[in-house]
């Protein structure tokens, strides 16, 4: 598909669209970084932080009672950490950050209401689903980190990525142009079961995830090198899983390399190929080197972000067979 010429207030609706997207898979990142961290906590009220806009740096400069006085659920504090603070402090900045950089791609989606509501529409979901998720963040500190509820803020955080990815995948369409893709009925099928697996693998990360927090609880933070031993039954479905996923995928990208010349179609499937293979770095590295802290955050972002290229993939598969099927049909018409 190669992109030809469009109005400049695509242009910049577009630039803006995927600004925002590289943020919010930023904060993916970030977000792991303060869970993985034990930083969750490290502002215990919300919007604030130790009841001020710019959190402290040092302990002298909260009051003596700051445990009881921030105490959550009725249960003190733990010992003031600048880092654990700052780390939420700056997790709270990026969501903020993204919140005003959705909705100014928000407003320029509306040069689309004329020529295609749908773009405006599901950018108007993602505007609501980071508010949704604002709001959880703060449920999420109210709670001490029910993990439940950490649970449901990554899930919305997903639900703003497909949404900005169908809203640009539909500003693009005007300016494509397809090439065939043979064998799509076989490729499809594969590509879909690839993301349905994508999507189980997720939701077994996000078990094992919530394991991990009780493990950490219940045995400290100095022994990661023997959480993996305590995770049980749902670690090891999700390490098996992860072999399907990959033989899945490895059929999907070798087909489609022998099955279109489709340029954004072959780049999108090297994409998957990077992230897999990355995905499995850092799924080795947890499993085997005692779970190190860096691995955690990367090992969630490329999941999601393997997840979120499937979906676009699929996107452009539907294109690809529509647009055929439109000059096939013209052809049977005029013979």
């Given at each position: 598909?190669r992109?030809?010429?469009?109005?400049p207030?695509?242009?910049?609706?577009?630039?803006?669209?995927?600004?925002?997207?590289?943020?919010?898979?930023?904060?993916?990142?970030?977000?792991s970084?303060?869970?993985?961290t034990?930083?969750?906590?490290?502002?215990?009220?919300w919007?604030k932080?130790?009841?001020?806009y710019i959190?402290?740096t040092?302990?002298?400069?909260l009051?003596?009672?700051?445990?009881?006085?921030?105490?959550?659920q009725g249960?003190?504090?733990?010992d003031?950490?600048a880092f654990?603070?700052?780390?939420?402090?700056i997790?709270?900045?990026?969501?903020?950050?993204?919140?005003?950089?959705i909705?100014?791609?928000?407003?320029?989606?509306?040069?689309y209401?004329?020529?295609?509501?749908?773009?405006?529409?599901?950018t108007?979901l993602?505007?609501?689903?980071?508010?949704?998720?604002?709001?959880?963040g703060?449920?999420?500190?109210a709670?001490?980190?029910?993990?439940v509820i950490i649970s449901?803020?990554m899930?919305?955080?997903i639900g703003?990525?497909?949404?900005?990815?169908y809203?640009?995948?539909?500003?693009?369409?005007?300016?494509?142009?397809a090439?065939?893709?043979?064998?799509?009925?076989k490729l499809?099928?594969?590509l879909?079961?690839?993301?349905?697996?994508?999507?189980?693998?997720?939701?077994?990360?996000i078990?094992?995830?919530e394991?991990?927090?009780?493990?950490a609880?219940?045995?400290g933070?100095?022994?990661r090198?023997?959480?993996?031993?305590?995770?049980?039954v749902?670690f090891?479905?999700?390490r098996?899983?992860s072999?399907?996923?990959?033989?899945?995928n490895?059929?999907?990208?070798?087909?489609?390399?022998?099955n279109?010349?489709d340029q954004?179609?072959?780049?999108?499937?090297?994409?998957?190929g990077v992230l897999?293979?990355?995905?499995?770095a850092?799924?080795?590295?947890?499993?085997?080197?005692?779970?190190p802290?860096?691995?955690?955050?990367?090992?969630?972002l490329?999941?999601?972000?393997?997840?979120?290229?499937?979906?676009?993939m699929k996107?452009?598969?539907?294109?690809?067979?529509?647009?055929?099927?439109q000059?096939?049909?013209?052809v049977?018409?005029?013979?």
């Amino acid at each position: 598909m190669r992109e030809v010429n469009s109005d400049p207030k695509g242009r910049r609706f577009r630039r803006m669209a995927l600004i925002t997207l590289g943020a919010v898979f930023f904060l993916f990142l970030v977000g792991s970084i303060v869970r993985t961290t034990g930083s969750g906590m490290g502002c215990p009220d919300w919007p604030k932080c130790f009841g001020e806009y710019i959190p402290p740096t040092d302990i002298s400069q909260l009051p003596s009672d700051y445990k009881t006085k921030f105490a959550v659920q009725g249960k003190e504090i733990a010992d003031f950490s600048a880092f654990k603070t700052w780390t939420e402090f700056i997790n709270r900045l990026v969501g903020a950050t993204i919140g005003i950089l959705i909705f100014i791609t928000l407003i320029f989606s509306t040069s689309y209401l004329k020529k295609d509501k749908v773009v405006f529409f599901f950018t108007l979901l993602a505007f609501f689903l980071i508010g949704f998720n604002a709001w959880l963040g703060s449920v999420v500190v109210a709670n001490n980190l029910k993990p439940v509820i950490i649970s449901g803020h990554m899930i919305g955080a997903i639900g703003v990525v497909l949404s900005l990815i169908y809203a640009l995948y539909r500003s693009y369409k005007p300016n494509w142009k397809a090439e065939e893709l043979k064998g799509y009925k076989k490729l499809n099928s594969f590509l879909l079961v690839a993301g349905v697996l994508s999507a189980i693998q997720i939701s077994l990360g996000i078990e094992v995830r919530e394991l991990v927090d009780v493990v950490a609880e219940n045995m400290g933070t100095e022994n990661r090198n023997m959480w993996i031993e305590e995770l049980g039954v749902p670690f090891y479905i999700h390490r098996s899983f992860s072999i399907l996923l990959l033989i899945v995928n490895v059929l999907l990208i070798r087909g489609l390399f022998k099955n279109t010349n489709d340029q954004r179609i072959l780049v999108v499937a090297k994409a998957i190929g990077v992230l897999l293979f990355l995905e499995i770095a850092t799924g080795v590295a947890l499993t085997y080197l005692g779970m190190p802290k860096f691995a955690q955050p990367l090992h969630l972002l490329m999941a999601v972000m393997i997840l979120s290229a499937q979906f676009y993939m699929k996107l452009l598969f539907n294109f690809s067979q529509q647009k055929v099927s439109q000059v096939s049909n013209r052809v049977a018409e005029t013979v």
